[in-house]
Each structure stands twice: as C-alpha cells, then as structure tokens.
C-alpha cells in the first residue's frame, strides 16, 4: 500500500539503535527526508549512514544530547536551516535505570525527566514553527506507564506524563489541524536485549513472551509500522490517543 509519504519530512529523535532506528529507516524506504539526531559516536552511527545512503534520498544524522536544552536548540536551528516545515515528529529518544525507589538520588531523578520528558517537551515545543496542518507528532510511550514497574519509578513517572503531556497538546494544537498522539510499548527486543549473556537474555524472552497474547516479543519494525500509520492521512482523525503496541501483553 501506497501511503503516500514521498516527500514529507520527519524528525527523529535517538534514531541510531533500536526503535529508533528501526522508525528511521522505515520512513525513509516510505519517501520521506528524515532527520534524526544521537549523542555518542559509534558504529551505529556510522553503519544507519550507510543504509540511509543505500536507500536513497536526502537524509541527516546530527549530533545532539538531549539532556542539555541548549543542545536540543541547536538541533531544531540546524533542521530549520535544511527545511521550512516537518510533517513528522517522532519523540523516540529515552533513557532508564534501575535504582530501588528509597535509594533514587535527585540526580538519577532529574538525569531521567531530562531525556524522557523535558526532551519530548523541548523537541516539540522548538518545532512548533515547523508544524502545519496535518502535522503529526508521535511520542514513544510505554506500558509500564499503566502498570508500574519495581526499581523504575523515575522510568515509568515520565512515560505516564508523556501520556498528560499529548493529551493536553492534541487539544490546543488540533485547531491548527496538528496531531499528538503516543505509541504505548510492550517489551521490544532491541541489541540491548541480544547484547545480554545467553542464559539472561532466554530468561527475559521466557518471561516477557509468556504475559502477551501472541506470546512473543515485539521488533521494531512493528513499532515502525504503528508509526507509519500515524504518519499517514490513514490516521487523519486519530489525535490524542494512547495506542497500544505491546502484543497483548498483561
């Protein structure tokens, strides 16, 4: 199916590994002019170049550590100088860690709410001039943010403000025809869950796949898909929604 985004542009965050990189190339092979930015130098880096270059098209991976909002200015400037309007805005960049809740320092607190959180709010904010009608920003949310999970308090605190955060956006942006909605993850196996010791990594697949109704896990290229659909006219009257991509999961 044609979805009919040649042409558009789109704006990624932490679009090196993962989800973010499976979004990135995704919309790219869809048409679209992406950028995307990461904050360490690495082979992911260099090798999500060279695909973006075997597919085609005018593509840019910059440089940007979301947890500074001077960084995240610059970034939009940078953007702003290549283009005069996004069509997409994909908030994918976050961070977690795993700290028992009465050992949770202000600082691992606030090192959290600055890439999951005030990132999204700045990225956003800064491309308001960007936006127009038919617009779409997509936000990266996850199920925990509806059940809690033990030792990520700080995590699942700014997935379930996201969730406030694009409703509250959905309403005062949607008379300009801007639409805000966020992508609820399940469990998706990523190279941080391949990159674990064997026996670990079996357990995770074990337990994680056994609490969804496909019983597997989910890729990235199925959170692609989701937000392909977002990014398209399909979803022209979707805005403010929590969507689920978590195979079922409970």
């Known amino acids: 199916m044609d979805l009919q985004l040649t042409g558009k542009k789109a704006l990624v965050t932490g679009g090196t590994r993962g989800i973010g990189r499976g979004i990135v190339l995704a919309l790219a092979r869809a048409g679209l002019e992406v950028f995307t930015c990461y904050s360490q130098e690495g082979e992911a880096v260099d090798s999500l170049q060279r695909e973006l270059k075997e597919i085609g098209g005018e593509h840019r991976v910059l440089r940007a550590d979301l947890a500074q909002p001077t960084q995240i200015t610059s970034l939009l400037d940078e953007v702003k100088t290549c283009t005069d309007h996004l069509d997409v805005v994909v908030n994918n960049a976050g961070t977690i860690s795993h700290v028992p809740y009465a050992k949770l320092s202000v600082e691992e607190w606030n090192r959290i709410v600055a890439v999951n959180l005030t990132a999204a709010h700045l990225v956003i904010q800064h491309s308001l001039p960007l936006l127009r009608a038919g617009s779409s920003v997509i936000n990266i949310g996850s199920k925990s943010s509806e059940v809690g999970i033990p030792l990520r308090s700080h995590y699942t605190a700014t997935k379930a403000a996201l969730r406030g955060l694009t409703r509250s956006l959905a309403k005062e942006l949607g008379d300009q025809g801007i639409r805000v909605n966020v992508l609820a993850l399940g469990v998706i196996e990523t190279e941080a869950l391949r990159a674990l010791p064997p026996d670990q990594q079996k357990l995770m697949i074990e337990r994680y ?42």
């Open 209 to 250: 796949s056994s609490k969804t109704a496909l019983g597997r896990l989910g890729t990235p290229d199925e959170v692609a898909g989701a937000v392909l659909w977002l990014a398209s006219d399909l979803s022209r009257y979707v805005t403010g929604a929590v969507v689920p991509v978590d195979g079922g999961i409970s």
